[in-house]
């Protein structure tokens, strides 16, 4: 059993490889050759003043690759209010660290292959989520790129659609300053590209070919007003946009409809401190949630993708899916038997003598 | 985080405690204290002729004892005919073993506690459960039993029935001659009591206080004839017993309500082997589960219990709950702490520096 830490899985996958292996797997997906199997999510409350206790799973069986992904986090959750908005933050009580976790099984034995943290392989995923959406949605000669954020994720964001497309020019925006110049200068060493920091986010999508929006936020960060002719717009999440700024697109594909978030399992006595916009136009009822195509159909040629070249593209990363651990664990167990990362741990530790 | 194995975990706990530690989460289970978990099954093509994957998990969390429990079953089923009847049986492909795994997760600071194999703890748990039930429902003054099966459950079953009742004799019956036998022998040896081995079930369970049934069987081994005023009835499964049978009961008790096995979530190419006798009368239809009461309210006080000698009643462990491991794991970690045992690895393995 193999314990590997984000700092072998960031070693052992490149964002092509990681765009290739979730390509390959969405095939399957809109086949019916993969499984998602329901996310969980209990509430209870952890003994700390204005926070709680958050366990989420979600998981997938990928034959192909025979793998059995479940990913865990295990969280002491707060909502403190930041210039009036409410956010989602995670107190790093585990000796000053976080607790997240993607566990990998064998669909052909039984056994747990492999355990890491779940924080490089996220980041990762989403990016090569978003960068695959890129390259069946945006213009084949898209090369401008607006940046709505300069954190972690905007690395990854930044990393995928570089893989996909010829960038020539990159723009960034994030609200504090010393944030967007730091991540322009970093992005141009590591790179080499053309890019630079500018001072609002209407200016950082102005005459560019995709923005991609890769924020934490609460709120939308994008305005119809914004959109012009041909783009393609990228988001990370939900409350990044909102059901105006829609409508104002062309075509709209989600990551997938499949695994709408389940309703809270919440524990009487877990403080009533989760904020009202964690809802919103995506889990509205009467949503026009049809009209939408899930990413995985599209790849996989059972939707229409982009008609012209002035058609307004959207995509959103709606929510994840257990699944993708499944696709980014098989290239990472792949990678790591040849470049011999991580603690190998007995296999009979996590295995038993009785039938369970 | 302590990885523990089996035989750890065995010697960790004693049937006692098991029983006290339940009887407590019971208490905070029905008074809105604890939270089950919805339990996920995954079905998935294995590769193996006649089999299929099975990846199973439940959990729960226990704020008083500051525990989340996941329980993780990670097979390869198949469904064999042993004389027509066609059971249930778990390939050990994992080098000859089997993977079932208990973690617990702290719900102080969201930190993986501890990793172990289910078998030991899972054995303690039904045999806690069902003795916590004899303790609430058999007559004061009930010393003989009637125990139908010699297997693995078995042994817990009896441990069960002798730390909360003053057993004066016990009579086993299991289909194969040689194993009641070695059972019996066995059991008089570790328990120091009078115990023998008869050749029908009838005979078992006639001239008893408590019949304790302890099968994998997938049909009914109990018939409503064979009840006696004053009867208390223990079952570690729902097929061990029929609509009928429990028609005779005075008084039953299931475990729990609560968590129904959810819908199996298949994925096409599954093999369809799952035979029909996995549905019965727990789950038709209409069936008067409303009549019947939930341990941890019969435990908290919240549903009568036995009214007088010659009621007959009946406790059905329908169902396990992914948050008995909670219990029991709460137990563990605090023995553990005393006894030094199992495997130490180093928290930083299982957390992460970045917010997840």
């Not at 366990?55 to 997938?60: E, R, S, V, Y």
């Not at 990913?71 to 585990?94: F, G, M, Q, Y």
């Not at 890491?116 to 392989?121: C, M, Q």
Request: some cysteine; overall charge neutral.
């Amino acid at each position: 059993m193999l314990v590997l830490s984000n700092e072998d899985v960031e070693k052992l996958l490149t964002m092509d490889e990681c765009i290739a292996v979730l390509e390959e797997l969405y095939l399957d997906l809109a086949e019916g050759r993969a499984l998602c199997s329901p996310r969980v999510d209990n509430l209870a409350p952890c003994g700390v003043d204005g926070a709680y206790y958050g366990f989420k799973h979600m998981g997938g069986a990928w034959p192909r690759r025979k793998i059995q992904a479940l990913r865990i986090n295990s969280d002491i959750i707060t909502h403190p209010a930041h210039e009036k908005k409410l956010r989602r933050v995670k107190l790093p009580l585990a000796g000053g660290r976080w607790v997240g976790l993607v566990e990998l099984f064998s669909t052909e034995t039984g056994e747990l292959l492999a355990i890491f943290p779940d924080g490089a392989a996220q980041r990762l995923r989403v990016g090569a989520t978003n960068g695959l959406a890129v390259k069946y949605m945006a213009r084949s000669d898209a090369a401008r790129v607006g940046l709505i954020g300069s954190g972690w994720q905007a690395g990854a964001q930044l990393m995928a659609v570089l893989a996909v497309r010829p960038v020539r020019e990159v723009k960034v925006f994030s609200p504090r300053r010393e944030s967007r110049d730091a991540f322009a200068r970093e992005a141009r060493e590591k790179h080499g590209i053309d890019i630079r920091a500018v001072d609002t986010a209407e200016e950082c999508v102005r005459d560019v070919d995709m923005i991609m929006s890769a924020t934490s936020s609460m709120v939308p960060v994008l305005q119809p007003e914004w959109l012009s002719p041909g783009i393609h717009v990228s988001c990370i999440k939900t409350q990044e946009v909102d059901g105006k700024f829609l409508g104002s697109c062309h075509r709209v594909i989600m990551h997938t409809k499949l695994q709408g978030k389940q309703r809270d399992n919440i524990l009487p006595g877990t403080p009533n401190i989760i904020p009202q916009h964690l809802k919103g136009w995506w889990n509205e009822d009467g949503f026009r949630w049809a009209e939408f195509t899930d990413l995985s159909d599209l790849i996989a040629g059972k939707a229409p993708g982009r008609s012209d070249n002035r058609e307004i593209t959207c995509f959103v990363n709606n929510v994840g899916l257990g699944l993708q651990f499944a696709a980014v664990g098989a290239l990472i167990l792949e990678n790591a038997g040849k470049l011999k990362v991580g603690h190998q741990l007995p296999a009979e530790w996590f295995t038993e003598s009785v039938h369970p």
